[in-house]
């Protein structure tokens, strides 16, 4: 949002709770991001059993995408329109695929999004070819993609947001800024090769605008309105143990979907007594995070790939020949190691290994991502508890998870893997009981309808005249993708409606193109 309008010459204040998040050699260290938890936030929340845990959250400049993985895929085109599910229906959006079209396409372009039409069998229409060529697979990759086209399945080239320039083989030439290694998914990237928010966006930014000020280590702990409510007047900021109030003619709210809802909640007024926008009751419900599983399959021969983010596979993205529901989305994720393997734990099944070779495994694993819809149930919530958080969640369509986990124990089966599979539950964050917090959404859902939602369909708050929200609490549903193209294409949506708003013009051509300067 800040860089979509920067070119307007208003002054835009960035409010960052963290601060820029240090490139030092712990980035790359597995036991310090993975084992220590090192960059996640230290905080303790409670879930509806009462237990402790700490949310797989991080407060950097930039946000979560510091340590997120850059698969940056947009949803298919029926997931606007409303999906079935043994559990419910997943609801239909206000604003459909064809708007949002021209926006994923800017948003695959800011953000360097390096892929390949026409593989992906639900893949959405698109105006144009990716501006980047898909990441060529490694030799082991590419033997069980060609090996998945055999058996007729549609293995497809991941949308991975990575600065990488590959020669003919799919190495990183000398000038790369990604280096390809082994450390590039789930990790803060220390030579700044991962297309995340504060190097493609918020650097450059404050570079070239001088409109722009960024402001780290500056939480917001509320908003402020004026007496009947319609407006807000004031931002209370918490700044080193010191209070400071901002004020501007538009505010807008990207906390995380988590966050956003719980500052809302902690700007309860007279006039909003429930919570700021919080009039349909539906602030910090519908919470959404997709039925995650990580796992590592066991290859019979080794497996030296470094770059493993770059197979996906949808076949059963909205059902199978066995079951007429979604099942969901297939993926690789980073490359484990031994430092992993050794954290996780060994299930039974391995402990014939006499020594335990941790190594071993590594070498030899296969690492996917199965990713399931989960729905909006109101009873799936944030909120406050005697000064306290909680976050409620009973999870919900675990039959389609569970199948399509069966479908890639027989792709293994059929690829020269071993089908039994070990969970990766660190990947997830650690100490996060309730299966993570990294797809967080629905908090704040977008619509229509005042009574049943939060934000109007260009996600300004019901009522209030100049609040926005621009993160992913407006998802009505999530599909079975990672949300974060969806979550950059509607904060471009929507800064073209503030645009005009200010009767500023269109978004320069610099929204697509090269931000490294």
Not at 69 to 78: H, P, S, V, Y
Not at 91 to 110: G, S, T
Not at 222 to 239: D, F, K, Q
Not at 486 to 511: F, H
Request: aromatic share 10%; net charge negative; with cysteine.
């Amino acid at each position: 949002m800040v860089h979509a309008l920067a070119s307007t010459g208003k002054r835009i204040l960035l409010l960052e709770r963290g601060d820029y998040l240090k490139r030092e050699q712990a980035n790359w260290d597995t036991e310090e991001v993975f084992i220590k938890a090192r960059y996640q936030a230290k905080e303790t929340w409670y879930s509806a059993d009462g237990k402790t845990f700490s949310p797989g959250l991080h407060y950097f400049v930039g946000g979560n995408s510091k340590v997120y993985g850059a698969i940056l895929l947009r949803l298919r085109e029926r997931d606007f329109h409303g999906v079935t599910h043994p559990d419910g229906i997943a609801p239909e959006w206000p604003v459909k695929y064809d708007e949002f079209e021209q926006y994923y396409q800017a948003a695959e372009e800011l953000f360097h999004v390096h892929g390949q039409r026409g593989e992906d069998p639900t893949e959405p229409p698109a105006a144009k070819p990716y501006k980047y060529p898909a990441i060529k697979h490694e030799p082991r990759l590419q033997e069980l993609s060609d090996g998945l086209l055999k058996e007729g399945y549609h293995p497809f080239h991941l949308p991975v947001g990575v600065l990488l320039e590959q020669d003919g083989k799919g190495d990183a030439l000398p000038h790369s800024t990604c280096i390809r290694c082994d450390r590039f998914d789930g990790y803060p990237c220390l030579v700044n090769g991962k297309s995340d928010a504060q190097v493609l966006l918020v650097d450059p930014t404050l570079r070239e605008n001088p409109n722009v000020t960024l402001l780290t280590r500056a939480y917001v702990d509320r908003l402020v309105t004026n007496p009947s409510g319609t407006a807000v007047t004031g931002v209370s900021v918490v700044r080193d143990g010191a209070r400071r109030e901002f004020a501007g003619d538009i505010v807008v709210v990207a906390c995380g979907a988590l966050s956003s809802a719980l500052l809302m909640l902690r700007s309860a007024s007279d006039a909003h007594p429930d919570g700021l926008a919080n009039g349909s009751g539906q602030v910090g419900r519908n919470y959404m995070r997709h039925n995650n599983a990580v796992v590592m399959a066991i290859s019979k021969t080794p497996n030296p790939t470094k770059f493993q983010k770059t197979l996906g596979i949808n076949d059963f993205y909205f059902g199978a020949e066995d079951w007429e529901f979604p099942l969901g989305h297939i993926q690789m994720v980073g490359k484990s190691d031994g430092v992993q393997v050794h954290g996780e734990g060994l299930p039974k099944w391995l402990q014939w290994f006499p020594e335990k070779p941790f190594d071993w495994l590594a070498r030899h694993s296969i690492d996917f991502w199965l990713m399931s819809e989960d729905l909006p149930k109101t009873f799936n919530r944030i909120f406050y508890k005697d000064n306290n958080v909680h976050l409620d969640l009973t999870e919900t369509n675990l039959e389609g998870n569970r199948r399509l986990k069966h479908k890639l124990e027989q792709i293994c089966d059929k690829s020269g893997i071993y089908s039994q599979l070990v969970d990766r539950g660190l990947y997830l964050g650690q100490n996060t009981p309730i299966g993570g917090t990294s797809h967080q959404a629905g908090t704040l859902r977008f619509g229509d309808n005042p009574e049943t939602s939060v934000l109007d369909r260009n996600c300004r708050a019901h009522g209030i005249d100049n609040l926005y929200v621009t993160d992913a609490s407006f998802f009505p549903s999530i599909g079975a993708v990672n949300p974060t193209l969806t979550i950059i294409a509607n904060a471009l949506r929507v800064a073209e409606r503030i645009r005009e708003r200010l009767g500023a013009p269109a978004g320069s051509d610099r929204q697509a193109g090269d931000t490294r300067g």
